[in-house]
């Protein structure tokens, strides 16, 4: 299945027999609610998720180890898609409020855990509701599903394989590039980025509309900086969560392929900064 779907694509399959299993993961740092979001409107047969509670394990604030998103246990995670009525054979589509910074982070996890048939919408849920199409205020009652979560299938390193991956491969740093300089830091224990991190925003994979840029400019703006077909790379972001989609840009841009995907940080920067001992570079 390919990693992104277009809203028509998507009106369509909702009228099939077997419609997709639809996922909301509505999230901004500092608020307000996904669930508030979704309450007052969502796509009609849509399943809110949480991210700080359904897409991530609980933090370690005492250490920053997993960093503010570590990656849920398999069976908490199972737990939560069986409940969202995924099953096995299901087809899923996840939305956000419409970048897929957030989505893609569901997209990642179900691909994680071994489910292959997953994309994000493109555009969101405000590309939906600026085409006029159906929305509900509607919550679904759900049948249970069977999905078996077998972690692993994407591939992820920790502090000691993203220091290696930027020294010896190329390192993409998904955050805004005042961040990535170390000018500004509103989260997270220390500014800057990994030495050897390259800065690749997130927000440069869509257009002004807030759709993805097609896959030709994706491949020309890796190119750009120094991601070729065959390259070793990885990416990381505050908390692992925008990352992934860099992850999935990567393969949209044909970079990279579901065979061979790009690696995750999932730790971040919230845990390589919250080690004193791991150096940060500015500028």
């Known amino acids: 299945m ?3 779907v277009s809203t028509s694509e998507l009106a ?7 419609p997709p299993v639809l996922l909301d993961v509505r999230w901004v740092l500092g608020g307000p609610p996904g669930r508030e979001s979704y309450v007052a409107g969502h796509l009609p047969g849509a399943v809110f998720l949480d991210l700080d509670t359904d897409l991530a394990a609980h933090p370690d604030t005492g250490t920053g180890k997993g960093g503010r998103h570590p990656l849920p246990k398999p069976e908490d995670l199972q737990d939560v898609l069986r409940a969202a009525g995924i099953r096995e054979d299901s087809t899923v589509v996840v939305y956000d409020g419409g970048n897929g910074s957030v989505a893609a982070r569901a997209w990642w996890l179900l691909r994680w855990a071994g489910h292959s048939n997953v994309a994000v919408l493109d555009g969101g849920y405000a590309a939906w509701e600026q ?3 159906s929305v509900t205020t509607e919550i679904p009652q759900l049948e249970r599903g069977d999905i078996v979560v077998r972690p692993g299938a994407m591939p992820t390193v920790d502090a000691d394989g993203a220091a290696d991956l930027a020294k010896n491969g190329v390192l993409l740093d998904a955050r805004a590039p005042e961040r990535y300089r170390g000018e500004t830091e509103p989260i997270d224990p220390r500014a800057g980025h990994i030495p050897g991190a390259v800065n690749a925003p997130f927000a440069g994979h869509i ?19 120094g991601v070729h077909q065959g390259s070793e790379v990885g990416a990381y972001c505050g908390s692992g969560v925008t990352a992934s989609s860099v992850v999935l840009a990567l393969e949209v841009a044909g970079v990279t392929d579901p065979e061979h995907p790009a690696v995750l940080y999932p730790g971040s920067w919230s845990e390589w900064s919250s080690d004193p001992e791991r150096p940060a570079e500015t500028g």
């Open 207 to 225: 257009n002004q509309e807030g759709r993805w840029l097609p896959a030709a400019e994706l491949a020309d703006r890796f190119r750009s900086l």
């Open 2 to 4: 390919r990693a992104l």
């Open 131 to 133: 085409e006029g199409r």
């Open 12 to 18: 369509d399959s909702l009228n099939d027999s077997r």
